[in-house]
């Protein structure tokens, strides 16, 4: 099973990609982990900012694998303790398909996007910067595959 991290945005800071790359260095091991940067749609004054999400969306479908298992993260989605992400982790490696977890931008996803979600995720109520989300959804996978593989990373 691969993933397949599709993060709307580009470019980021020098702490983000050096944190996602441990990670990603990490649950190399179980679970490789690809990272896709998305345009973002254009904003500002003047311009729509739906128009910019749908934008976005055609760019987040196009970069889909075929037949992954789709999670989106989304505020209104399941809040997954890590233990319960690895009980999904474990039911997504049963499936025997590879996984897209998807990043929106400001506005969200567009509705095409959610429209095609198996599963959505939330990481709680807060807001946190997309960047930064990039890497705590790495974190995140490597504590689920590591608990799985009874390695001792998670210490609850």
Request: no cysteine; proline share 8%.
């Amino acid at each position: 099973m691969k993933a397949r991290l599709i993060a709307t945005g580009e470019r980021a800071p020098s702490w983000v990609a050096e944190g996602f790359a441990e990670y990603r260095k990490r649950l190399s091991h179980w679970m490789p982990l690809e990272l896709v940067e998305v345009e973002p749609g254009l904003r500002g004054k003047g311009r729509d900012p739906q128009r910019a999400a749908e934008d976005e969306g055609r760019r987040v479908l196009a970069a889909l694998p075929k037949n992954a298992h789709v999670i989106a993260l989304d505020v209104p989605g399941k809040p997954w303790s890590s233990e319960q992400l690895a009980t999904r982790m474990e039911h997504w490696r049963q499936q025997g398909r590879d996984l897209a977890f998807l990043i929106g931008g400001p506005e969200g996803h567009a509705p095409e996007v959610k429209a095609i979600a198996n599963e959505s995720w939330s990481l709680g109520p807060l807001t946190l910067p997309h960047m930064l989300v990039r890497l705590v959804v790495a974190e995140q996978l490597y504590r689920a595959a590591a608990m799985l593989a009874n390695h001792p990373y998670h210490r609850a």
